[in-house]
């Protein structure tokens, strides 16, 4: 009985932790962009993006929702300003540049949301039923935890002051692709000075990410 009792209070304990950190969502610690292994680095500009895709189990254990089921895929982006000047990100573009020349842009935080509702299609059956059967069923729906959990997850930074490092997770939908990391690039534009000047593109190999051995200088 005492092991039954025991073994209740566990349960709860262990739920109770689950929601809470469902409501405590902690974004990962955001290092230098020096320090990721897939990078761009402007030298003269003294500005640095790198990007670190959360696409195995293991990391996207930080979130409630396994994108990976749902074709997404989060990208933590870091941007480094090494620089004596504010960088205006307003009117960055991302894209992502798969292998077969995809071109993969980040989805916003309702298409996000909309994606994960997105409803599955009922197989076809081969023999036709007398009685009507819905063709499709959706999922469940979205709640309000992981949608705070999403608006705190997303990248929003507008400006990046000098010597600061600020980083947000964009999301990709690669639905159809089997592989979106492999020989693609992760382009940057639209970044501008505090005086209006704009910055060269970035350009980010994903095939770094791919190939680093962790231990090893990146």
């Known amino acids: 009985m005492r092991n039954t009792y025991r073994l209740a209070i566990a349960a709860l304990l262990f739920c109770a932790a689950a929601t809470f950190a469902a409501k405590n969502f902690q974004m990962p610690r955001a290092y230098h962009a020096k ?3 897939a990078r761009d680095e402007h030298t003269q500009e003294k500005v640095t993006i790198a990007a670190d895709p959360y696409d195995t189990e293991d990391k996207q254990q930080i979130f409630t929702v396994d994108f990976r089921e749902h074709d997404l895929l989060p990208v933590l982006l870091i941007v480094t300003n090494d620089s004596d000047n504010t960088v205006n990100l307003t009117g960055m573009k991302l894209d992502l540049i798969t292998a077969r020349r995809d071109k993969l842009t980040p989805l916003g935080m309702q298409d996000v949301v909309r994606r994960i509702q997105k409803a599955v299609k009922r ?3 081969p023999r036709v ?8 069923k ?8 992981t949608m705070d959990e999403l608006d705190a997850a997303m990248f929003h930074a507008m400006a990046v002051e000098p010597h600061t490092t600020r980083a947000g997770f ?29 910055l060269f593109f970035f350009e980010i190999p994903m095939e770094k990410y791919l190939t680093y051995q962790p231990g090893k200088t990146p």
Not at 174 to 183: D, H, K, Q, T, V
């Open 170 to 198: 964009v999301f990709f939908d690669y639905e159809g692709i089997s592989n979106p990391l492999a020989g693609a690039t992760l382009t940057i534009n639209g970044l501008t000075t505090s005086d209006g000047k704009e």
């Open 129 to 136: 039923s007398p009685i009507p059967l819905p063709r499709r």
């Open 35 to 37: 320090t990721y292994p």
């Open 123 to 125: 197989p076809d059956s």
């Open 138 to 145: 959706p999922k469940a729906g979205v709640s309000q935890d």
